[in-house]
């Protein structure tokens, strides 16, 4: 809590900093995408800011993940705006291409006892565009995670995972469930008619089991994270990942395509996992309180679930274990279209955004 404390007292305090001249009391927007219990504690930190800066008001707006971005991009072209915003790398520099955030980099040294340097290098840097820092960061998620039902395991005839799994491109049941292959195999289950009516596995999106399997075969998408001086789309590990998971989705149907996500169950993944027609499913640590309240004990939905690790590669030139997954991760940006804090209950105001 102190931790996350001091984070959004800088990054609102940089964004006090932005303004001319202000007459108190001052009103931030800060928009947010959370869940029940995260919400809770941002709240709390809300309030303990407010208490540190007396005649600053916190207007704390949560959006559904689903339509913050499309929101958000509509309240920049609008001049409507908050003035700090969640933001995720793989969404952050749409809005940086587009002027909308204030480079960090001079107000943090500006700010006394703040140090980047105190933050993992990488952690920061997936926050930067063309060299400028955009987004404070506030945690990192690895994507690395499956969540599994026990229940299908144990009448599937499978042990539970410990976590040492590895996965294959083709199922290997000499090794039973260390074999994330088989188990995906073994845990679908069909119909007469050959139509699956529960996948052995769904990731929270594809592109997450697609880069867990590209990643872990060695291969990478660009040949310099620094510079991304050339794409790797046709290194044959890369295509072999994207051809396979085509195969499991189109052909094997172990795992649910996205247009019968879209149009035929109209639901996500973890919502199938939820209503248990999906038996392991793959994402971070933000979806366990999500799960633990639509599967408390007791309640119509209720079945036993764990997680544990997602699998790693064996790598046929060394015959090592290769562990590797996407990551996500967030942090707090400050909009450049209103640089000025409001008085509360006024409206979004056209201040110039860089003012002198």
């Not at 940086?96 to 703040?114: C, H, N, V, W, Y």
């Not at 292959?181 to 997450?208: H, I, N």
Request: net charge neutral.
């Amino acid at each position: 809590m102190r931790a996350l404390l001091r984070l959004f007292g800088v990054t609102l305090g940089l964004a006090l900093a932005t303004g001319i001249a202000f007459a108190k009391p001052v009103e931030l927007r800060l928009v947010v995408w959370e869940g029940d219990e995260a919400l809770r504690v941002l709240r709390e930190v809300t309030k303990d800011f407010e208490r540190a800066n007396p005649g600053v008001k916190v207007k704390l707006e949560n959006v559904d993940y689903r339509y913050y971005f499309q929101r958000l991009l509509s309240q920049v072209a609008g001049n409507t705006a908050p003035d700090v915003a969640i933001l995720d790398p793989q969404n952050m520099q749409m809005f940086a291409k587009r002027g909308a955030l204030r480079p960090l980099d001079p107000l943090i040294e500006s700010t006394p006892g703040f140090a980047l340097g105190d933050y993992y290098p990488p952690i920061v840097d997936i926050f930067r565009y063309q060299k400028s820092l955009y987004v404070l960061p506030r945690d990192i998620a690895p994507i690395g995670l499956i969540y599994y039902n026990k229940r299908l395991f144990k009448e599937a005839g499978l042990e539970e995972p410990d976590g040492n799994w590895t996965w294959d491109f083709e199922p290997r049941p000499e090794l039973g469930s260390q074999c994330f292959t088989y188990c995906m195999q073994q845990l679908t289950e069909k119909d007469e008619k050959g139509r699956t009516q529960v996948w052995g596995f769904a990731p929270s999106w594809t592109g997450a089991w697609t880069d867990t399997v590209a990643f872990s075969s060695g291969a990478r998408y660009v040949d310099n994270p620094e510079s991304f001086d050339k794409l790797n789309f046709t290194d044959p590990r890369v295509t072999r990942a994207f051809d396979w998971v085509v195969e499991l989705a189109n052909e094997k149907r172990w795992l649910p395509s996205q247009s019968e996500l879209t149009s035929v169950v109209q639901s996500t993944a973890v919502d199938l996992f939820i209503s248990q027609r999906v038996a392991m499913y793959q994402c971070g640590i933000w979806d366990v309180p999500r799960i633990r309240q639509a599967l408390k004990p007791g309640s119509e939905k209720f079945f036993e679930w764990d997680i544990t690790l997602a699998p790693g590669h064996i790598d046929p030139a060394t015959g090592k274990v290769v562990r590797a997954a996407p990551s996500g991760g967030s942090g707090y940006a400050i909009l450049n279209s209103t640089p000025t804090p409001r008085k509360p209950g006024s409206s979004s105001n056209g201040c110039p955004a860089n003012p002198a």
